[in-house]
């Protein structure tokens, strides 16, 4: 079974709309991780925020948000008023306490496509 | 600063040739790790490196790979013997303390066996 699971594939968007990027994750641990990476066009991963499992506080950075939700498992993304500079795949990733947080387990990714 | 830096960029290799890739990350970073990314998939973990001991290798790491980190600074991922399904982005990331941070990626060696 899959541990990260981004069920949307692709979204487009026409700039200035409001979208929201799903994740949902399945662990054992009690104690784990959960990030967000993006993945431009020219392909570097660039962090973008993590959050430690016992802190459910939503946060914001500008005109990005994250829900954390430990009781359906998710940690969604929302990027409000978007931009065509915010197209790119951006990518979930868990890293659990029984692994000594060594490794990310990344979901497939969700394409946004963000046009002018 | 000048962020995790992976040499070189692309490669073309026949079947059957063998391949190395270096890894030079961030300069304080004690943790090294090794990814796959295949087309439309998010990266996979290979292995990983706490200094210069490899404390973790995933079993997607066959036979054919290798990794060092000899003197906890730089790494390099040697691929023997390679076969199409190797065709992929290697990515390294590195970070700071014992795991738990976030972990920085280079820009990765896009690997196409023919």
């Known amino acids: 079974a899959q541990k990260v699971t981004q069920a949307q594939t692709e979204i487009s968007v026409v700039e200035k709309e409001d979208v929201t990027l799903d994740c949902v994750y399945e662990?054992?641990?009690?104690?784990?991780?959960l990030f967000w990476y993006k993945q431009p066009p020219s392909g570097e991963l660039v962090f973008l925020i993590r959050?430690?499992?016992?802190?459910?506080q939503n946060e914001i950075s500008g005109r990005y948000s994250w829900n954390f939700q430990k009781s359906t498992s998710s940690f969604n993304f929302t990027i409000t008023a978007s931009q065509v500079v915010d197209s790119a795949v951006y990518f979930c990733?868990?890293?659990?306490?029984?692994?000594?947080?060594?490794?990310?387990?990344f979901g497939k990714g969700t394409m946004l496509l963000v046009s002018p | 600063d000048t962020g995790v830096s992976q040499n070189p960029r692309h490669k073309i290799t026949k079947r059957g040739q063998n391949v190395t890739f270096r890894c030079d990350p961030i300069?304080?970073?004690?943790?090294l790790y090794w990814y796959r990314q295949t087309l439309g998939q998010g990266p996979e973990f290979l292995t990983y490196?706490?200094?210069?001991?490899?404390?973790?290798k995933s079993r997607l790491l066959s036979d054919r790979f290798s990794a060092e980190r000899p003197k906890g600074s730089f790494s390099t991922l040697e691929i023997q013997r390679t076969e199409q399904g190797d065709s992929a982005m290697y990515l390294c990331?590195?970070?700071?303390?014992?795991?738990?941070?976030?972990?920085?990626f280079g820009p990765g060696t896009r690997l196409t066996v023919t």
């Open positions: 490196f706490q200094n210069e001991a490899q404390l973790e």
């Open positions: 662990t054992r641990d009690t104690t784990y991780y």
């Open positions: 959050r430690n499992s016992f802190d459910e």
């Open positions: 990331a590195s970070s700071l303390g014992k795991g738990s941070g976030e972990q920085y």
């Open positions: 990733a868990l890293s659990e306490a029984w692994s000594g947080y060594s490794t990310l387990t």
């Open positions: 300069s304080e970073h004690n943790r």
